[in-house]
């Protein structure tokens, strides 16, 4: 079991163990030390716009110089931009600093490889075990070279672009962008703007601490207001370093990733894209969209909770599309990692092509009513290991019957433990979510 990484990165509270300037600095020469044994190295960083950004963007930096790295400096850019500008730029490894959604008080780091996938459990161990041995500086002679690159946002903004359909094009929408006060906020506007969208943008001014604050992809209120008020066809929100994607339609409504995802595999299908007729979700995938995927014998393959389970399961099979409810969504047809800007121009392109609305599109499937209720964990164990708690699960699933499901597991990304309960009885799941909820608390 791994020490320090959970399912996306190393991630915690600023100034509490490991989330220190000190333990990134060693994170950097420890990455960079497993680096060079191949050779010559060299490394790009970006991050978001959570305040603490600029003292880890320096740590990092001076890590890998002091193993002998050579690091190119991007500023706040988006995690998928990382993923391809590592490509574009010849690196061996790209870093983002980041807590993806969490709030400014947190940070950490995540990172690419050479191929723009994240890396796997053997470099994770590898890079453990560099972090177990004293850290030594390259002599002076061998210290890495750094340097900023100015050209990497259009590049990234470009890149975007090129993976919208040249005969489409999206003058007829009126669309709201929220970008979470985050790593989007210089890039948004100029991909849908260019492609044609008359386009109105929220939260897109960080300050360096409202970062995910009551915005973006993990609160869309302010987005669906917006979209109301201002008669919009389409909301699109972001999270704070740009790989989770929920949209918004014209009444309101939250659209989230499951049903995104859902709607870029009827279309997919239909044009001949979707490869190996498959799609890849996770174990809080809703039945309702399984059903629905079922329905149009598009074969559905459950993954781990987390986008790089999903991208293994991916590969595994040789698909091409899979995600998440909370709205990673990988379409590795276009890039190698989950990327919202990248997931939202592919629902646009449906709705360009279709003539549909996304309210249309999204009614075409029924979602089960889902309860998550999130609790607070000091606990290394995990729940389903007690026995009360497994008791309380199995009379839980016998109420249900075959027509819903429990999912109960720790978070790899916070300090919590999940609830989730299914059931076509939206009454039945919450009734159901609670009694599990008080029985995990009082344990």
């Known amino acids: 079991m791994s020490n320090f ?11 509490k163990a490991p989330i220190t300037a000190d333990f990134i600095l060693k994170v950097g020469w420890a990455v960079g030390s497993v680096l060079r044994e191949s050779g ?20 990092l930096e001076a890590g890998f110089l002091s193993a002998g790295v050579n690091v190119g400096m991007l500023g706040p850019m988006p995690s998928p931009a990382i993923a391809y500008l590592t490509q574009a730029f010849g690196a061996d490894a790209g870093v983002v600093i980041s807590a993806s959604h969490n709030q400014f008080q947190d ?16 470099v994770q161990k590898a890079i453990e075990d560099k972090l177990s041995t004293p850290m030594l500086s390259v002599d002076s002679a061998s ?20 993976t919208f359909d040249k005969n489409c094009d999206l003058s007829n929408l009126k669309i709201i962008i929220d970008c979470a006060n985050g790593a989007t906020y210089h890039i948004a506007e100029d991909v849908f703007s260019e492609l044609g969208a008359s386009v109105l943008m929220i939260n897109n001014n960080p300050d360096g601490y409202n970062i995910n604050r009551d915005c973006g992809a993990t609160d869309t209120r302010h987005l669906q207001q917006e979209v109301k008020d201002q008669n919009a066809d389409i909301g699109i929100a972001f999270d704070g370093d740009g790989d989770r994607l929920i949209m918004v339609d014209h009444k309101g409504e939250e659209v989230d990733g499951d ?11 239909k044009a001949g894209y979707l490869k190996s007729n498959t799609v890849v979700g996770t174990k809080m995938t809703n039945l309702g969209i399984r059903k629905a995927l079922a329905e ?11 986008d790089r389970y999903v991208m293994e399961k991916l590969i595994q099979n040789e698909a091409v599309l899979g995600g998440e409810g909370s709205g990673h969504i990988i379409c590795l047809n276009k890039s190698t990692s989950g990327d919202a800007i990248i997931a939202a121009l592919q629902v646009l392109e449906v709705i360009a092509k279709s003539g549909k609305s996304l309210n249309t599109l999204k009614n075409n499937m029924s979602k089960f009513p889902q309860i998550l209720i999130n609790i607070k964990t000091n606990t290394q164990q995990d729940p389903i290991d007690n ?23 720790k978070s790899g990304t916070e300090p919590l433990i999940r609830v989730m309960v299914e059931s076509d009885n939206l009454d039945l799941a919450r009734e159901s979510a609670n009694y599990l909820a008080e029985i995990i608390k009082n344990k």
């Open 107 to 122: 940070n950490g780091v995540k990172f690419f490889s050479s191929k723009g996938v994240k890396f796997g459990d053997d």
């Open 387 to 409: 026995k009360v708690i497994n008791e309380a699960i199995k009379s839980v699933e016998k109420k249900l019957s075959n027509s819903g499901r429990v999912l109960i597991r």
């Open 5 to 15: 990484f959970g399912t996306d990165g190393i991630r915690g509270e600023v100034g």
């Open 143 to 162: 210290i890495g070279k750094a340097k900023r690159y100015g050209q990497a946002l259009g590049r990234y903004i470009e890149f975007c672009k090129s």
């Open 296 to 306: 149009q014998d598009i074969k559905f393959i459950e993954a781990n909770v987390g």
């Open 259 to 269: 049903e995104l995802v859902a709607i870029i595999a009827a279309s997919w299908k």
């Open 40 to 59: 010559s190295a060299s490394v790009i960083i970006g991050k978001d716009t959570r305040v603490s950004g600029y003292l880890f963007e320096s740590a």
